[in-house]
């Protein structure tokens, strides 16, 4: 037998559900006046599977905005070639400890040791959680920012980047970015300061930046707003791909 503490507690689960899937709160209150328990357990199992539903679209959505060139999670992900700051660990990684704080990850080392898998691991864990997140190349964003500007779109791509929680620029450095490049990927670097979390890759250690950047001055200020709330984890080892390459086994 329902007592009336239980139908209660059900109405306010139903209420609740009602205001997230945004119903009228008049559910609560029929379900109050003329529900059965076994009409008002019905009722709840209802809500509460569209709820999951809508969630699961939702994160389905969030991982295909977010343009991953392949699908990677941490599941047997290996650390052997990874070394965490005193300040940041492997839990604070997974469970996307830095993104509430917005703060960015540095992921620095050779091509081939897993920095490319970690930071799409870090954006698919981010999508299912809700986080909004988009992956670039660096030169893919470039090419994305100078065609925007040249198409008179470009404001509305930063206000696009300036909406996501998690922004990932991966090989960082790898090619050289002329002068206007530079400056547009400026804009955006110093747009998400305090604002957004970023995650680079990059092979390319800090001092030749301005090398890349064509500007030591710019490329100093991007360090400066990316390691003022940044953690730098380094990548040390060979190639995963070197050392399995099938040219490799067949010499």
């Known amino acids: ?15 609740t559900a009602s205001r997230q899937l945004f119903l009228s709160g008049r559910i609560s209150e029929i379900c109050r006046e003329k529900g059965t328990q076994k009409q008002l357990e019905f009722v709840l199992e209802l809500m509460n599977g569209e709820l999951a539903l809508r969630e699961e679209n939702r994160r389905q959505r969030l991982v295909k905005r977010a343009g991953f060139p392949v699908y990677k999670t941490f599941e047997d992900y290996s650390y052997q070639h990874v070394k965490f700051p005193p300040a940041f660990s492997r839990d604070g990684l997974e469970t996307l400890g830095f993104i509430p704080g917005q703060n960015n990850l540095v992921l620095y080392g050779p091509v081939g040791v897993g920095k490319t898998h970690m930071a799409i691991a870090a954006g698919v864990t981010a999508c299912n959680r809700g986080y909004k997140t988009k992956f670039y190349t660096v030169t893919e964003l470039v090419l994305k920012l100078a065609e925007a500007r040249k198409s008179g779109t470009l404001e509305k791509l930063l206000r696009d980047l300036r909406s996501l929680d998690l922004l990932i620029l991966d090989e960082w ?79």
């Open 173 to 251: 450095g790898y090619v050289p970015v002329d002068k206007d490049g530079s400056q547009l990927l400026f804009r955006v670097i110093s747009d998400s300061y305090e604002s957004k979390s970023l995650i680079l890759t990059t092979n390319l250690e800090f001092s030749k930046w301005g090398g890349i950047f064509t500007d030591d001055q710019m490329a100093a200020a991007m360090i400066d707003r990316l390691v003022h709330h940044g953690h730098l984890l380094i990548f040390e080892g060979t190639s995963y791909r070197m050392e399995h390459a099938l040219m490799r086994r067949d010499a």
């Open 1 to 15: 037998m329902m007592t009336p503490k239980m139908k209660e507690d059900f109405c306010g689960q139903i209420l």
